[in-house]
């Protein structure tokens, strides 16, 4: 009996929800009373499992396949290593690469699958918890299985910082290269160039209550002179103002920086999954009864046309004239 999880890796860099999903694993591994197993796959493996070796985490399993993320080489080399170790639990993230493999891993394995777990307790029965509705209503699950399949939330749980002792062992896995179906050859960022808004410690966030797109260089002004990073919410990006990767919420990014300023957004669930794991929540907005003053830290109830340029300024810098 094991908790295996699964880690992640782009563009030679361990993604945070490796380190989310070791919390995540430890917890349900002290719950069932077993080891705790990560696996990672392709790319710098050594490097990677030196990176997740965090405190927690019993062995490292290094499958040395292929550079860049591959369903077929992710979905057989999961299932070769589920067979030999045989978790009772199998987490994977719940991230573009996770839901393109974890089904798949799970009909193979004939295990029942959760996906986006957000919580989880064991109580006989493993229960799990995640949203339906868009966000709406939370919903438990009882898992009546021994063995199980869950994809975890990115920002869920805290990332796990300590150094651990991990035994790493390579495996070996057998591709059938006839089965793999597709060839990958690079990485290919789609849109919007280099910004990632999930790494941002600070981002200024803008939504419908900036009117026109004309009026971004003010929003765009406050964001270099503090020093931070321009998100929004949805209505910015359907109207091609912004793009797909500066949106967040539930279709967008889920982002944790330090601080989040919400400008001239209302706070919608759909916007709120994106960021309620902000350290600072700071809102800008003329309606003291938008949603978002129910979850932010500060609250400055006023147009934004008025406060942003005098935040602008407070903090060095020069509001465009708009
Ligand atoms: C399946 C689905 C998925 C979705 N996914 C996402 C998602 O990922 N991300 C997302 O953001 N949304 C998402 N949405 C849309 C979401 O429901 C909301 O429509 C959206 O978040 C609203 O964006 P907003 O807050 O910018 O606009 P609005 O709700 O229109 O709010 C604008 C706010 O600006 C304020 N305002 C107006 N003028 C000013 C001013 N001069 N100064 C200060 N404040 C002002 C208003 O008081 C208002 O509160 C999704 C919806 C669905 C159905």
Request: proline content about 4%; cysteine-free; charged content about 25%.
């Amino acid at each position: 009996m094991t908790v295996l999880a699964i880690t992640e890796h782009r563009r030679g860099e361990v993604r945070d929800v490796s380190y989310e999903l070791v919390t995540a694993g430890r917890e349900l591994a002290d719950d069932l009373g077993t080891d705790l197993e990560l696996a990672v796959i392709g790319g710098d493996v050594e490097g990677f499992a030196e990176d997740v070796n965090r405190d927690g985490v019993d062995t490292i399993y290094t499958v040395d396949e292929g550079e860049e993320f591959n369903h077929g080489v992710y979905t057989q080399a999961i299932e070769q290593l589920a067979t030999e170790v045989e978790p009772t639990a199998l987490l994977m993230p719940n991230s573009v690469n996770g839901l393109d493999y974890a089904p798949s891993v799970a009909e193979q394995l004939d295990l029942p699958l959760v996906t986006d777990v957000i919580d989880f307790e064991t109580n006989g029965n493993l229960e799990v918890t995640r949203e339906q509705y868009g966000g709406k209503v939370e919903t438990t699950y009882d898992i009546d299985a021994d063995d199980y399949a869950l994809t975890i939330r990115p920002a869920e749980w805290p990332k796990a910082e300590a150094a651990g002792d991990a035994a790493i062992e390579a495996f070996d896995v057998d591709i059938d290269e006839d089965a793999l179906g597709t060839t990958v050859n690079g990485f290919e960022e789609v849109g919007g160039g280099d910004v990632d808004i999930t790494e941002a410690d600070v981002l200024v966030s803008i939504g419908r209550g900036i009117d026109e797109e004309e009026n971004l260089p003010l929003v765009e002004e406050l964001a270099d002179t503090l020093g931070a990073t321009l998100s929004s919410s949805r209505p910015i990006v359907d109207n091609g103002w912004l793009p797909k990767n500066r949106q967040v919420g539930q279709s967008g990014k889920v982002v944790t920086p330090d601080v989040y300023i919400a400008i001239g957004i209302s706070g919608a669930v759909q916007h709120v999954a994106g960021m309620k794991g902000a350290d600072t929540i700071v809102a800008i907005n003329t309606d003291p009864n938008a949603p978002i003053y129910d979850i932010a830290d500060y609250g400055i109830v006023d147009d934004l046309f008025e406060v942003v340029p005098e935040l602008i300024e407070e903090f060095g810098g020069e509001a465009p004239n708009i």
